[in-house]
Structure formats: C-alpha cells, structure tokens
C-alpha cells in the first residue's frame, strides 16, 4: 500500500507542475503579473524582487520581513486567484548589502527529490547492469 501511495503521490506532483506550467503560460502577459513584476525560474518557480524604503532597513530582521509580508500580500492574492496558492509556497531571502527581498514561489515539492531521484538512477542502471551480465537483455532483444 505504500508503494501505491508514493506512486500516487509522484503522479500529483508531475500533475501539479502541468499545471502550474500550463497556467504561468496563460497569465504571463497579462496586467496583473506585469504589476507586480513577477518573472520565471527553469523549474516553474515564479520570483519577484522587492525592494523596502531606507527607513525600514534600519528595523530589525524580524520587522523587515513582515513589512515584506505586507507588500507581498496583494501578489498572493493573485496568485491564489489563478488557483496556486495551494501548489506553491513563498521562499523569504534577503539579498545581502542590499535593501532588498527575494520572494521565490516554489512548487510544492514531497516526492520528488534530488537525493531520491540519483537513487532511482543508480538502483535502475544496477538492475540493468545485472540483467545484461546474465544474458536476460540480449535474451529479449532477440526475441524482437
């Protein structure tokens, strides 16, 4: 039952990424994405860099965020418009010696992995390698 799961939920994430695709393809040019200055990753991510007054970099770390918080807010609300919120999530980074935020919308990722995906290339290529070494793959090549 557990490898059912896992496959169901690879199935999810493969289907989630289709559609976040398919709907940053639909809005990317319009108003409201052009408003807020969103911008696209090679993995699907959306980014957007916002910038905080002179007065507010004197607050601390903290106070910072949540005024980046605030700004973000109407752009999550578009996002959630476009029926996102619940595929991706908000990654914080503050950009050094800078006034500066880097909000990266991420998508929602519990399947896959690098680690996982280098395991499963390994495991199959051994499988492989150990099928050949017995005969088994120029076996069924024969029979084509």
């Not at 965020?65 to 959630?80: D, F, G, Q």
């Given at each position: ?95 050094p010696d800078t006034q500066s935020w880097l909000i990266v919308y991420w998508p929602l990722r519990n399947y896959f992995s690098g680690w ?29």
């Amino acid at each position: 039952m557990n490898w059912l799961r896992r496959r169901r939920e690879g199935w999810r994430e493969i289907s989630n990424l289709f559609f976040i695709r398919k709907v940053i393809r639909k809005n990317k040019e319009s108003e409201e994405w052009k408003k807020y200055e969103l911008r696209l990753g090679y993995l699907n991510q959306i980014y957007t860099v916002i910038s905080l007054r002179k007065e507010d970099m004197g607050e601390e770390e903290m106070v910072q965020r949540m005024k980046v918080m605030e700004k973000i807010e109407p752009m999550n609300n578009y996002l959630s418009g476009l029926n996102l919120a619940e595929v991706i999530y908000p990654d914080i980074i503050k950009l050094p010696d800078t006034q500066s935020w880097l909000i990266v919308y991420w998508p929602l990722r519990n399947y896959f992995s690098g680690w996982r995906l280098l395991f499963q290339i390994i495991s199959i290529s051994l499988i492989w390698l150990g099928l050949s070494k017995l005969g088994i793959i120029d076996y069924l090549i024969s029979l084509l």
